[in-house]
C-alpha cells in the first residue's frame, strides 16, 4: 500500500511515532491494580446475575411509581422493550468486569449507579417518574486531530492532523454541557485520544459520575501504567480497533509498523486494570468469509476481551468515493456469526458481540440526536461517526433548536 502524505504535516511520520514497545515495562509500584476476576460467565453463575438483575428492575419500579399495577405494567414494558430489540434470544453470557456485569456494549453495566438512571430514563416511554432523564445514550466527543496511524478506513480523514481548533477549556465546556443534558455513555475518539491522556485524565476527574466514560482507540499508548491511570481517573472500558488476526495485515490496513502490537498489548494492559475491552473491527469486504471471521473471534477470546464490536465500512473519509459496502452474502454470515455466537451454548466462553448493522436493518437509526450524537474535532454536532453532516457546535447558546433540526432530518442511511 502507497502511505499517503496528505495528512503529514503536523507528526513526524516515522511509521512508528515516539511511542517504542520498550515503554510499555512497570515497575513493582506500577504494577496492575489488584482487581476482581474479569471475565465472560455463562450457566448457573449468569442465571443467578439474571434474576438479581430482574429484581433490581422491581426496586428501581417501587421507587419510580407508587401504584403497584404500574410496577407490573412497566416491568412488561422492559421485558417488550428487550423483546423488540433481541426477538426471542436468549443471551446466555454477561461479562464481569470490575464488579459490574455487561450485556452490551451500550447498555451500562448492571449494579453501576448510572444503570438506574438509565432505566429509569427508558420507563418515561411507558409512564412519566421524577427521575432527570437521560437526553442520551451514547454520545461520542472527538478530542483530538492528532493521530499517528494512517487507516484505510479513517472516517475522520479530511480533519486528520490538521491544527487543533478547540482548547482544552472548550473540550472540557463540551463535556460538562453533555452532562448537563444527561448522556449515560460518553466515548472519547479522535483522532487518537491517548495522544492526549492527560487531557483526558483532567476531563474526567472534572465531571460528575453520572456519566460512563469509554475511549476508542488504536491501543497506542495503553501500556499498564497509562490504563491504570485511566482507570483510576473513572474510565469504564475501552474500544481498540483490530482489524485482523494476523499482524501484517492489521498493520498495513493501518499504516503503522507497530499497529498491531498495540491494540492487542494495550487490550491485556487495560483489561488486566479492570476496564471493559472490546475489539472494534472494520469488515472489509475483502476480510469477511468464515474462516477470516472464525480466526478473529478465536484471538479475541485468547486475548481475554470481553466484547468485539462488528462495523461495516462505509464510503466516508479516507473511503469516501470508493466502493466498499459489503455484498448480501457478507451481511447474511455476519448477522449468522453475531447470532450464533451470543445466543447458542457453543460459544459460550467467546467475548459477546455487538453488531449496529443487525439492529440499524431492523430497527432504524438511533443516533442523529435522537439517542445518540457525534461531536467533532471542531466541537461540531454531527448524527454519527459515519455520517458528516455539521449542524452546529455544541457549544453553540441555540444549541437545543439545531439538535430538533438534527433529529427532525434523521439519519439519511437508516
Ligand atoms: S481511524 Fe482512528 S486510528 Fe486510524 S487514522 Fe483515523 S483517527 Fe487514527
Redesign the pocket.
Known amino acids: 500500500m502507497l502511505f499517503d502524505k496528505r495528512n503529514a504535516n503536523t507528526l513526524p511520520l516515522t511509521s512508528t511515532g515516539n511511542w517504542s514497545v520498550e515503554e510499555d515495562i512497570l515497575t513493582k509500584e506500577e504494577s496492575p491494580l489488584n482487581l476482581r476476576r474479569s471475565s465472560i460467565i455463562s450457566g448457573k453463575e449468569k442465571a443467578l446475575i439474571h434474576l438479581k438483575l430482574k429484581l433490581s428492575l422491581l426496586k428501581i419500579l417501587i421507587r419510580q411509581y407508587r401504584n403497584p399495577l404500574d410496577w407490573i405494567k412497566g416491568l412488561r414494558f422492559l421485558i417488550k422493550l428487550r423483546r423488540r430489540f433481541l426477538g426471542d434470544h436468549v443471551l446466555n453470557k454477561m461479562a464481569f468486569v470490575d464488579g459490574k456485569y455487561y450485556m452490551g456494549l451500550f447498555t451500562p453495566g448492571w449494579n453501576d449507579q448510572v444503570y438506574e438512571r438509565f432505566i429509569a430514563s427508558e420507563l418515561k416511554n411507558f409512564k412519566e417518574n421524577n427521575t432527570a432523564a437521560f437526553r442520551f445514550n451514547h454520545v461520542f466527543l472527538a478530542i483530538t486531530k492528532k493521530?499517528?496511524?494512517?487507516?484505510e478506513?479513517?472516517?475522520?480523514?479530511e480533519s486528520?492532523n490538521k491544527k487543533e481548533t478547540r482548547t482544552t477549556a472548550e473540550i472540557q465546556a463540551t463535556v460538562q454541557r453533555l452532562q448537563d443534558f444527561g448522556t449515560a455513555q460518553l466515548h472519547f475518539t479522535?483522532?487518537?485520544p491517548m495522544l492526549k491522556i492527560d487531557t483526558l485524565i483532567s476531563l474526567m476527574q472534572k465531571a460528575t459520575e453520572e456519566t460512563n466514560f469509554w475511549m476508542n482507540t488504536?491501543g497506542l499508548k495503553l501500556t499498564s501504567i497509562n490504563a491504570r491511570r485511566l482507570k483510576e481517573a473513572g474510565l469504564t472500558g475501552v474500544f481498540i480497533?483490530l482489524d485482523h488476526y494476523q499482524a501484517e495485515a492489521h498493520n498495513s490496513f493501518?499504516n503503522y509498523k507497530d499497529a498491531f502490537y498495540w491494540a492487542t498489548e494495550g487490550a491485556k494492559n487495560a483489561r488486566n486494570n479492570g476496564l471493559v475491552v472490546a475489539f472494534s473491527i472494520c469488515m472489509t469486504k475483502e476480510f469477511v468469509n468464515e474462516e477470516n471471521i472464525r480466526k478473529y473471534m478465536d484471538l479475541a477470546k485468547d486475548t481475554g476481551v470481553h466484547f468485539v464490536q462488528f462495523l461495516e465500512p462505509k464510503n466516508v473519509?479516507h473511503y469516501k468515493g470508493k466502493e466498499v459496502s459489503l455484498n448480501d452474502g457478507q451481511i447474511k454470515l455476519l448477522e449468522n456469526t453475531f447470532l450464533k455466537m451470543n445466543f447458542s451454548n457453543g460459544y459460550l466462553d467467546y467475548p459477546l458481540i455487538t453488531y449496529h448493522g443487525y439492529y440499524q436493518r431492523k430497527h432504524g437509526c438511533y443516533s442523529s440526536g435522537k439517542k445518540g450524537l457525534y461531536v467533532d474535532t471542531d466541537g461540531d454536532i454531527n448524527p454519527c461517526t459515519f455520517c458528516h453532516r455539521k449542524s452546529g457546535n455544541i457549544l453553540d447558546p441555540d444549541i437545543e433548536e439545531k439538535l430538533e433540526q438534527m433529529t427532525t432530518s434523521g439519519c439519511p442511511e437508516f
Do not use: K, P, Q, T
Open positions: 493521530c499517528a496511524l494512517r487507516c478506513h479513517c472516517y475522520e480523514w486528520l479522535g483522532g487518537e488504536s480497533s493501518r473519509g
